[in-house]
C-alpha cells in the first residue's frame, strides 16, 4: 500500500483524492496540503475528468485538521505574505470541475475548509464534526472565508465560539452537507452524486462555476448585466448546440466540452 500523503487515482470519469495519514487521523501537513493541490491541477489538467472527490483513508476520521504534534503542520514561514492552507482554497475555488467531499469519519477544523471549499458534500451518519480551535487557543480564521458563506450566523458563531462537536443532523440541517446517509451507503451515494455530474455538460458546468463564483461579489444590478452576457456567451458554445438539437431529436447528447 502506498505510503504517500495523498493518494490519486482516476476512476472512470472521476478524480479521486484521498488523504492518506489514518494513523493520524488524516490531519493536515505540508505535503497533504501539497497533495491536495496537486490533485486538483492533475484534475482539472485532464479532459477526460468530469468531477473530483475529496476523503479521507480509513473509516475514523476525513480530516482531523492541522496536525499539532511539534514541527509537522501547524507551523508557518511568516517570511511569506500567503501560507500554503490558504494559496489551496484560493486554488480550488477558482477550479471549474465539480467536486464532492466523501465525510467517511470525524471532520474537525480544518478539514471543515477542506469540506466547504467542495461544491457538494455527502457524509455517513455517524460522523462528528467541530471547531475546537478555541479550546488550545485559536480560532478557524482561514476556514470562515468559506464557511461564514454556508452555514447561518448564529450558527456559525456557536460553533466557533464554543468549539463544541456537533454530529452529521445538525450539519445538515445547516447547510454544511447535502446528504446524510448510513455508513455502509456511503459509497452508493457518492456514486450516486457523481453520475449526476458526469453526464452533463462540462461546458455548462464550467461556465457555472466561473459565474457563481464572479456572482457572489456583485450588486444584483451587477450581476443581471453580467449573467446576460454570460447566457450569450453559453449558448453559442457546441455543448449548447448539441443539448439543443438532442432535445429536440429526442436522443442522448454527446457532449465535447467545448
Avoid at 43 to 69: M, N, S, W
Avoid at 113 to 138: N, R, S, W, Y
Avoid at 152 to 171: I, K, M, V
Wanted: aromatic residues 6%; charged residues 25%; glycine residues 10%.
Amino acid at each position: 500500500m502506498s505510503t504517500a500523503a495523498v493518494l490519486h487515482e482516476k476512476r472512470d470519469r472521476a478524480f479521486w483524492i484521498t488523504i492518506n495519514r489514518p494513523d493520524k487521523r488524516n490531519a493536515l501537513n505540508a505535503e497533504v496540503v501539497a497533495g491536495i493541490r496537486e490533485g486538483w491541477r492533475l484534475a482539472h489538467a485532464d479532459p477526460e475528468v468530469r468531477a473530483i472527490v475529496l476523503t479521507g483513508a480509513g473509516e475514523k476520521a476525513f480530516c482531523a485538521g492541522g496536525d499539532l504534534q511539534p514541527g509537522a503542520g501547524f507551523a508557518f514561514d511568516l517570511a511569506q505574505p500567503t501560507l500554503d492552507y490558504a494559496d489551496l482554497l484560493r486554488e480550488t475555488q477558482a477550479g471549474t470541475l465539480p467536486s464532492i467531499a466523501r465525510i467517511n469519519g470525524s471532520c474537525m477544523a480544518g478539514g471543515i475548509g477542506l469540506l466547504c471549499m467542495t461544491d457538494l458534500a455527502v457524509a455517513a451518519d455517524t460522523v462528528q464534526f467541530g471547531l475546537p480551535e478555541v479550546k488550545i487557543g485559536l480560532f478557524p480564521m482561514q476556514v470562515l472565508s468559506l464557511l461564514q458563506r454556508i452555514v447561518p450566523r448564529r450558527t456559525l458563531r456557536e460553533w466557533c465560539l464554543s468549539g463544541e462537536p456537533f454530529g452529521a443532523a445538525e450539519a445538515k440541517e445547516a447547510g454544511l452537507l447535502n446528504h446524510v446517509v448510513p455508513a455502509d451507503a456511503l459509497d452508493a451515494k457518492t456514486q450516486w452524486l457523481l453520475e449526476r455530474l458526469t453526464d452533463k455538460s462540462p461546458t455548462a458546468i464550467r461556465r457555472g462555476k466561473y459565474a457563481m463564483r464572479a456572482l457572489e461579489a456583485m450588486s444584483f444590478d451587477e450581476g443581471i448585466a453580467f449573467t446576460e452576457g454570460q447566457i450569450a456567451l453559453l449558448a453559442g458554445t457546441q455543448d449548447a448546440k448539441e443539448g439543443l438539437a438532442s432535445f429536440n431529436e429526442k436522443r442522448r447528447p454527446v457532449w465535447t466540452g467545448r
